[in-house]
């Protein structure tokens, strides 16, 4: 009868145990947890080495400047162009060639740049596209002119179709009349 008096104790033992709150210790294992993680490449911007002196460079050369997912976005506004045209005027040019001599050394020497025209939703669609392609192609030509290669700019044109300001005021439109220059990360 030892061996039953000594189960009932156990039992009444574990009864206690429970009751009361304690508990004897178990070596259990921890489950493995697996962290998920979710990388949005679409919105991250990877800063390519340079980008950011090339960016001071740029600021004091007097031109609004970003880093963007693409490289240093150079906004060279409208006002550079006669209302409706796309001949660049003198004060143009000096900043284009301005811009070229410093995309022509050190590191930046060899990246592609691309050259984009934009215009504001005056006038008809298709002559704002004309118009958009017409403003890239001349600061691609002063370019061309200043000492950079061909074969390192893409050109493209977009018209009304990519404001970065309302169109319904002055001051919007002439902000949407511009041709962008990147200096593209390699």
Same mark, same amino acid.
């Given at each position: 009868m030892v061996n039953g008096n000594l189960s009932k104790v156990i039992y009444l033992g574990a009864i206690i145990f429970v009751l009361t709150g304690c508990a004897i210790p178990v070596k259990q294992e921890a489950p493995e947890v697996k962290e998920e993680v979710t990388v949005?490449? !679409?919105n991250a911007i990877v800063i390519d080495p340079g980008n950011e002196s090339l960016l001071? #460079?740029?600021q004091r050369k007097g031109f609004s400047a970003s880093i963007s997912a693409q490289g240093v976005v150079v906004n060279i /506004?409208? +006002?550079f162009f006669e209302f409706g045209s796309s001949e660049l005027v003198f004060k143009a040019r000096e900043k284009i060639r301005s811009l070229a001599s410093l995309v022509q050394s050190g590191?930046? #020497?060899t990246r !592609? +740049? #691309?050259v984009v025209g934009h215009t504001d939703s005056v006038g008809d669609q298709n002559f704002n596209m004309s118009l958009s392609r017409t403003r890239a192609e001349r600061v691609m030509d002063e370019l061309i002119f200043s000492g950079i290669r /061909?074969?390192?700019i893409n050109l493209s044109w977009f018209g009304e179709t990519q404001p970065i300001a309302s169109n319904k005021n002055s001051s919007g439109r002439a902000r949407n009349r511009r041709v962008e220059f990147i200096v593209l990360n390699n």
């Amino acid at each position: 009868m030892v061996n039953g008096n000594l189960s009932k104790v156990i039992y009444l033992g574990a009864i206690i145990f429970v009751l009361t709150g304690c508990a004897i210790p178990v070596k259990q294992e921890a489950p493995e947890v697996k962290e998920e993680v979710t990388v949005n490449v !679409k919105n991250a911007i990877v800063i390519d080495p340079g980008n950011e002196s090339l960016l001071t #460079a740029i600021q004091r050369k007097g031109f609004s400047a970003s880093i963007s997912a693409q490289g240093v976005v150079v906004n060279i /506004p409208g +006002l550079f162009f006669e209302f409706g045209s796309s001949e660049l005027v003198f004060k143009a040019r000096e900043k284009i060639r301005s811009l070229a001599s410093l995309v022509q050394s050190g590191f930046v #020497a060899t990246r !592609k +740049l #691309a050259v984009v025209g934009h215009t504001d939703s005056v006038g008809d669609q298709n002559f704002n596209m004309s118009l958009s392609r017409t403003r890239a192609e001349r600061v691609m030509d002063e370019l061309i002119f200043s000492g950079i290669r /061909p074969d390192r700019i893409n050109l493209s044109w977009f018209g009304e179709t990519q404001p970065i300001a309302s169109n319904k005021n002055s001051s919007g439109r002439a902000r949407n009349r511009r041709v962008e220059f990147i200096v593209l990360n390699n």
